[in-house]
């Protein structure tokens, strides 16, 4: 008994081109004007429902049953063939690259094999919006996503079926949809990658397919009516059109799962009207175009990822990130669209037709055919070998962290270190875990029996930079200042933490309070906690422009706890991301306009030494530790040697206003 072909559907092709598009643009061009490409894939979610759901249904109307070994095995010559060569392919090309980008690259092959892509990866608590360190084979999470559903599905349609009504079938579909939805808003607001890649969660996409298929009777034909001709293209244009507009809203992530449920039944209604008989729009969404794309997404979507990160990174050294230069993006755009033109043609289409078992024998038969074609099948095979090899050696050469994750763990340990050592005295007598008393207060008189304790002294430099004076009594100019780092409390985020051992060598005593992912806003509520401790020393560091835009009224009330007589020293931002200028901007727009507060510009100080940071280009290594350190220290010199100037043209003036009155009485 023959198997039913899959239905041809007018327009879905087309729609497939558009989906795909969709998700390539968002990550090639990730500045562009689809801030919410992602919801392609809730398009190809709903295809899919409604595509399997159709031929399930016309396979039950023509056989009286649905023949499982054969449904999995067409899913098999669709799907792995291409799956195969991408994961080998490009897990090759990460090996040879070497470093970050092979980080975890064990557990996403194991993932990509086993179409369990999307669990590994909460599992492994990765982050499908993180750009710092984006995993190679990250958008096989919605591969696995499907294939879940095509083993579950075939077994669970029997029971829908029971229900004798299709409109009452659709309502129990989409009353499954609601609830995949709901669970995703719950989930959401704890844990979006979770939400995202979750199977459970981003379900409501395929079952509006299953309701629209099991609704209008996919598998029979539907009555012609003006309706369908005429009022349902036009709907389903107007919602195409609002499906764009959905994929270019900004912050669309942070809306899951409204912008994907928004888009997933917007594609119902471009699917309806497409496929409705004698509708123009699936004749308007079939132009060859579109076609070509929409028979080749499959490929497209698998290959276009890895070649984005694997250009970027040999483009600009860096990873994905929100500023891809133009050139990297159309260079993997063109290699997508090429490599999977080949893929289709010599792999996946003659997987398609002949099987597995029929794909073997026919390049066993050009091993026995003429010396052209001989070479050809020694060539793939070879090709083969090699890429399978080089998986293995990627695998193997995996690092267990990434170089950012390293040398923050080795600031981490840094701190922890300093914690629990003796503490070793300072120059002052004061231990390096003690704030340093006001040194003015214990320095000695100076030879011209001047107190340190003077009121007339700008207080905190203490008297390692005070103004010495000649033999005639004529103040000399102050020695440069170094600030002891016992009087030093720095708050910041993961690059100061990277920083810690930097910075403890540098300034040594330094108060160190940092941590990842930390941002203005809590910085705010560490600074007013230190200062009613009576912790905060004289000099207040802050280091936290990496992980978003400034919060204005954070920073204020951070300068309103540090108060007017000690110093905020505003540490700017270094790194690939599209707010860093305007963090920058922001910061040194402060420090202008409020007395007491100066910048250390560590983006200009580490601008010429890229190869001091991670493989993120975000956080520093050891040297690009001590030049965080030093921008820092040099900073905090500044203002000293500022307050000693002050101090030696004071002295100065008193000196010759001395001399004058002796040389006039």
Same mark, same amino acid.
Not at 503 to 523: F, H, N, T
């Given at each position: 008994?023959?198997?039913?072909?899959?239905?041809?559907?007018?327009?879905?092709?087309?729609?497939?081109?558009?989906?795909?598009?969709?998700?390539?643009?968002?990550?090639?061009?990730?500045?562009?004007?689809?801030?919410?490409?992602?919801?392609?894939?809730?398009?190809?979610?709903?295809?899919?429902?409604?595509?399997?759901?159709?031929?399930?249904?016309?396979?039950?109307?023509?056989t009286g049953r649905i023949a499982l070994r054969a449904f999995w095995t067409r899913r098999a010559r669709r799907l792995l063939p291409a799956l195969a060569l991408v994961v080998t392919v490009s897990a090759t090309l990460a090996w040879m690259v070497g470093g970050d980008v092979l980080v975890g690259l064990g557990r996403q092959v194991l993932g990509a094999a086993t179409f369990s892509y999307n669990w590994t990866s909460i599992g492994a608590g990765a982050s499908?919006?993180?750009?710092?360190?984006?995993?190679?084979? =990250?958008?096989?999470?919605?591969?696995?996503?499907?294939?879940?559903?095509?083993?579950? @599905?075939?077994?669970?349609?029997?029971?829908?079926?029971?229900?004798?009504? %299709?409109?009452? =079938?659709?309502?129990?579909?989409?009353?499954?949809?609601?609830?995949?939805?709901?669970?995703?808003?719950?989930?959401?607001?704890?844990?979006?990658?979770?939400?995202?890649?979750?199977?459970?969660?981003?379900?409501?996409?395929?079952?509006?397919?299953? &309701?629209?298929?099991?609704?209008?009777?996919?598998?029979?034909? =539907?009555?012609?009516?003006?309706?369908?001709?005429?009022?349902?293209?036009?709907?389903?244009?107007?919602?195409?059109?609002?499906?764009? &507009?959905?994929?270019?809203?900004?912050?669309?992530?942070?809306?899951?799962?409204?912008?994907?449920?928004?888009?997933?039944?917007?594609?119902?209604?471009?699917?309806?009207?497409?496929?409705?008989?004698?509708?123009?729009? +699936?004749?308007?969404?079939?132009?060859?175009?579109?076609? @070509?794309?929409?028979?080749?997404?499959?490929?497209?979507?698998?290959?276009? @990822?890895?070649?984005?990160?694997?250009?970027?990174?040999?483009?600009?050294?860096?990873?994905?990130?929100?500023?891809?230069?133009?050139?990297?993006?159309?260079?993997?755009?063109?290699?997508?669209?090429?490599?999977?033109?080949?893929?289709?043609r010599m792999l996946e289409q003659p997987v398609r037709r002949l099987g597995f078992a029929g794909a073997g024998r026919a390049v066993m038969a050009r091993l026995r055919s003429t010396p052209v074609r001989r070479f050809g099948a020694i060539a793939s095979l070879t090709a083969g070998l090699l890429v399978v090899g080089g998986t293995t050696a990627a695998v193997a050469a995996a690092p267990a962290v990434s170089s950012s994750e390293a040398v923050v763990e080795?600031?981490?340990?840094?701190?922890?270190?300093?914690?629990?050592?003796?503490?070793?005295?300072? +120059?002052?007598?004061?231990?390096?875990?003690?704030?340093?008393?006001?040194?003015?207060?214990?320095?000695?008189?100076?030879?011209?029996?001047?107190?340190?304790?003077?009121?007339?002294?700008?207080?905190? !430099? +203490?008297?390692?930079?005070?103004?010495?004076?000649?033999?005639?009594? =004529?103040?000399? %100019?102050?020695?440069?200042?170094?600030?002891?780092?016992?009087?030093?409390?720095?708050?910041? !985020?993961?690059?100061?933490?990277?920083? &810690?051992?930097?910075?403890?060598?540098?300034?040594?005593?330094?108060?160190?309070?940092?941590?990842?992912?930390?941002?203005?806003?809590?910085?705010?509520?560490?600074?007013?906690?230190?200062?009613?401790? +009576?912790?905060?020393?004289?000099?207040?560091?802050?280091?936290?422009?990496?992980?978003?835009?400034?919060?204005?009224?954070?920073?204020?009330?951070?300068?309103?706890?540090?108060?007017?007589?000690?110093?905020?020293?505003?540490?700017?931002?270094?790194?690939?991301?599209?707010?860093?200028?305007?963090?920058?901007? !922001?910061?040194?727009?402060?420090?202008?306009?409020?007395?007491?507060?100066?910048?250390?510009?560590?983006?200009?100080?580490?601008?010429?030494?890229?190869?001091?940071?991670?493989?993120?280009?975000?956080?520093?290594?050891?040297?690009?530790?001590?030049?965080?350190?030093?921008?820092?220290?040099?900073?905090?010199?500044?203002?000293?040697?500022?307050?000693?100037?002050?101090?030696?043209?004071?002295?100065?003036?008193? @000196?010759?206003?001395?001399?004058?009155?002796?040389? &006039?009485?």
């Amino acid at each position: 008994m023959t198997t039913p072909t899959a239905p041809r559907y007018a327009g879905l092709d087309g729609l497939r081109a558009v989906a795909v598009l969709l998700v390539v643009l968002y990550h090639l061009f990730p500045a562009w004007f689809l801030h919410s490409g992602f919801v392609g894939v809730d398009v190809f979610f709903v295809i899919s429902g409604f595509l399997i759901t159709s031929l399930l249904l016309r396979e039950r109307a023509a056989t009286g049953r649905i023949a499982l070994r054969a449904f999995w095995t067409r899913r098999a010559r669709r799907l792995l063939p291409a799956l195969a060569l991408v994961v080998t392919v490009s897990a090759t090309l990460a090996w040879m690259v070497g470093g970050d980008v092979l980080v975890g690259l064990g557990r996403q092959v194991l993932g990509a094999a086993t179409f369990s892509y999307n669990w590994t990866s909460i599992g492994a608590g990765a982050s499908y919006f993180g750009s710092a360190e984006p995993e190679l084979l =990250r958008n096989l999470w919605s591969l696995a996503v499907e294939e879940q559903f095509y083993v579950l @599905w075939p077994l669970l349609l029997p029971v829908l079926l029971l229900v004798r009504r %299709p409109w009452l =079938r659709a309502l129990v579909a989409l009353a499954l949809a609601a609830a995949s939805a709901l669970w995703g808003f719950a989930v959401a607001g704890d844990a979006l990658t979770r939400a995202y890649y979750g199977t459970d969660t981003h379900a409501f996409g395929l079952l509006i397919g299953v &309701a629209l298929a099991v609704g209008t009777g996919a598998g029979g034909r =539907r009555p012609t009516t003006g309706w369908t001709r005429v009022g349902m293209p036009v709907a389903g244009a107007l919602a195409l059109v609002a499906l764009v &507009a959905v994929a270019s809203v900004p912050g669309g992530a942070d809306l899951y799962p409204a912008v994907p449920l928004a888009a997933s039944l917007l594609t119902a209604v471009v699917i309806a009207a497409a496929t409705a008989p004698g509708a123009w729009l +699936g004749r308007g969404l079939d132009v060859a175009p579109l076609r @070509w794309i929409g028979e080749r997404s499959y490929g497209i979507y698998l290959w276009h @990822w890895p070649l984005v990160v694997l250009v970027t990174l040999a483009a600009t050294g860096a990873f994905v990130d929100t500023a891809i230069p133009v050139a990297a993006g159309l260079a993997a755009g063109v290699l997508t669209l090429a490599l999977s033109a080949v893929s289709y043609r010599m792999l996946e289409q003659p997987v398609r037709r002949l099987g597995f078992a029929g794909a073997g024998r026919a390049v066993m038969a050009r091993l026995r055919s003429t010396p052209v074609r001989r070479f050809g099948a020694i060539a793939s095979l070879t090709a083969g070998l090699l890429v399978v090899g080089g998986t293995t050696a990627a695998v193997a050469a995996a690092p267990a962290v990434s170089s950012s994750e390293a040398v923050v763990e080795a600031g981490r340990q840094a701190l922890t270190a300093a914690s629990v050592a003796p503490a070793s005295p300072t +120059g002052d007598g004061v231990s390096d875990a003690a704030p340093a008393p006001d040194a003015a207060a214990t320095a000695a008189p100076d030879a011209a029996g001047t107190d340190a304790a003077d009121p007339d002294r700008l207080s905190g !430099d +203490g008297a390692d930079n005070r103004s010495a004076t000649g033999a005639d009594g =004529r103040p000399r %100019p102050p020695a440069p200042a170094a600030v002891d780092g016992t009087r030093v409390t720095a708050v910041g !985020d993961s690059v100061m933490l990277a920083s &810690a051992a930097g910075l403890l060598a540098r300034l040594p005593g330094v108060q160190i309070d940092a941590e990842v992912s930390r941002s203005m806003w809590a910085g705010d509520t560490i600074v007013q906690q230190l200062a009613a401790q +009576g912790a905060l020393r004289e000099y207040v560091v802050v280091g936290l422009g990496t992980n978003g835009p400034i919060d204005a009224q954070a920073l204020q009330q951070i300068y309103d706890a540090v108060g007017r007589d000690r110093t905020l020293v505003l540490v700017n931002a270094a790194a690939p991301r599209d707010w860093i200028p305007g963090v920058n901007s !922001d910061l040194a727009a402060f420090a202008a306009t409020h007395p007491g507060v100066v910048v250390a510009d560590w983006a200009q100080a580490i601008a010429p030494h890229p190869d001091m940071l991670a493989g993120d280009r975000i956080h520093p290594g050891p040297q690009g530790g001590g030049v965080y350190a030093d921008t820092v220290a040099a900073a905090i010199d500044s203002v000293a040697n500022q307050r000693a100037e002050v101090r030696y043209q004071v002295e100065l003036i008193r @000196w010759a206003a001395d001399e004058a009155l002796r040389a &006039a009485g």
